[in-house]
Structure formats: C-alpha cells, structure tokens
C-alpha cells in the first residue's frame, strides 16, 4: 500500500512547499517555527449500542452520535502543550487537526479547533467507506507528505477498532521515525524524546524530527474548550480534500480494497430472565446447584 506514495524527505522551506503543492493552505509562519500535525478520528459515542449496516456489514456510523475518539483528545492537548512551550521559549509553532472520515467529521475537527488548533485538514471521499487499517494510513500519509510536518501526533488507538497500528503504518509510509505509546514527549531542537509505556514501566526512546509519535492517555488532562475558543474555531481555516487530490485511486481505497471482511453477523440476543431463588430452607443448596449447572463451580 505505500509502495505508491513518494517517499517522505524533509523540506527545508516550508512556505515555498505549502504554497506550491497546496495553494489553498496559507501560513504566515517563520522558517523555523514548528509545525504539529495531530490526527483524530470521529467514532460513535461510546455508551451508545452499536450495531452493522445490513448492506455491506461496516459499522453504521449514522446510529449514534459521532464524537472525538476519546484518546485523540489527549493527543489534541499534548500537540498544544508543545506549541505553546514553544512560543513561550520565544519560537513560532503551529498545530494543524487532520482527520479522515465523512463530511460530519468536520464536527471532530472544529472540536479540536476550538480546543486551540490552528487548522484543520479533511480528507472526505465517499470511496473511503470501508477502508481497513492500510487504506487509512496511506491517505493520511498522502494528506500528510509535502507539507513538512516536523512532529505528527496521535493517539494510542480508537475506541471503534482498538487496532493501535496506524501510527506506525503511517510512519512507515512516511518514511519517518515511529515512537509509540508515550506518556511524556519532549522536544528539543531537531530530536523527540519520549517515555514509552512497557508493562515493567516505560523506556526512553529518541529519535530525529519529523517523526511520529503516539500518545496514551496518562500523558495529560485535555481541557476543555472555552466559549471562546468556540467562536473562534468557526472562522478558522479548514481543508477538504478527496482521493484524487492526494493521487490516490479508488481501487485501492474502501471496502472493496480491505484485507478483512465480516462474512456474517447477528444481533446480540436479548438478555434472558434471571432465576429466582425462593429460601425455603434449601435455598443455599439450590443456589450451588443452579451454579454448578452453569459450570460455575
């Protein structure tokens, strides 16, 4: 799947490149400054019942309401905690929300806005549908490549598929350094380090900007957007970009591109009655027999 995409190089003017490849994208930054790309995901609510579209068996995205992926938002807030020690050392940053996904995805970008975004990138195709972890992180890459993002930041994983390897996919596409599951990242001139969650505690890993990095949800609080920053989200600036804009085809995108499908699904069962236990003096022994029964015991 990435064989296709250029390979990643760094761009040492990034005004030259953002205004030659996506002349829709303005930026007033300074040579120097750093620049965050942070990917979300709108998935449903997750207190909401799930359930498969009967046509083609994917998620029925439409049953619940979409939300920002839980673990996206932290990736959000770690991207603002960057920018703005930065500028507070004296330096420029920007921090740019991508996300891939219909157009009510635009929610979870304007979310991550009002939060303190710069801006925003959609990618919205209805030959998306369906798309499979590959698909996803060559679009992304796609999205990503030319517009010299020094550090892309995501969460760990979403709470729709639970998969945690499109990070990585990314980055390989990319063709960039991968640091993953971080509950702290720090960035000193052109080099990240984190510390990376282990099940004995956590290892240092360091690596060379650009890089990607993906982020667990003890590595901070996100806030929580201000009226403010909510009036202010609406006026800024947000791509929207389709497959053939990235020179991605749709045979290799979507459901019918995906290396895994459901074959069959049924509703879940309805819950069935309890059993009542009257105490008439053998209560305790039925209860263990009821137990034993269901291979409790």
């Not at 990435?2 to 300074?30: I, K």
């Not at 991550?112 to 925003?120: E, K, P, T, Y």
């Not at 760990?156 to 990585?168: F, Q, Y």
Request: net charge negative; proline share 4%; with cysteine.
């Amino acid at each position: 799947m990435c064989g296709p995409l250029l390979p990643y190089r760094w761009v040492t003017s990034r005004r030259a490149v953002l205004s030659q490849e996506y002349p829709s994208y303005e930026s007033e930054l300074p040579e120097d400054a750093v620049k965050i790309a942070v990917c979300v995901k709108q998935v449903p609510d997750t207190w909401a019942e799930k359930r498969l579209r009967e046509q083609d068996a994917t998620l029925d995205r439409e049953a619940a309401d979409g939300v920002m992926n839980e673990l996206d938002e932290y990736a959000v807030e770690e991207a603002l905690r960057l920018a703005e020690a930065q500028v507070a050392a004296g330096g420029s940053a920007e921090v740019v929300v991508v996300s891939m996904g219909p157009e009510r995805a635009g929610e979870t970008i304007r979310k991550a806005l009002s939060m303190g975004a710069d801006a925003g990138l959609h990618i919205a195709d209805d030959a998306l549908h369906g798309s499979d972890a590959l698909a996803t992180s060559a679009a992304l890459a796609r999205a990503l490549e030319g517009r010299a993002f020094d550090l892309i930041i995501f969460g760990s994983e979403s709470t729709d598929a639970r998969m945690s390897v499109v990070p990585a996919m990314v980055a390989e596409c990319l063709g960039v350094a991968q640091l993953t599951f971080a509950q702290q990242v720090n960035v000193n001139g052109t080099t990240v380090q984190i510390q990376r969650v282990t099940e004995s505690g956590y290892d240092t890993v360091e690596a060379q900007l650009p890089a990607v990095v993906s982020v667990v949800e003890k590595i901070n609080e996100p806030r929580y957007p201000s009226f403010k920053g909510i009036m202010a989200a609406k006026k800024k600036p947000v791509d929207v970009v389709d497959i053939a804009s990235l020179g991605l085809e749709p045979a290799v995108v979507g459901l019918g591109a995906a290396w895994s499908k459901v074959d069959d699904f049924a509703a879940r069962p309805s819950k069935a009655a309890g059993v009542i236990v009257k105490d008439e003096g053998d209560g305790g022994a039925r209860i263990a027999a009821f137990l034993a029964e269901q291979k409790l015991l």
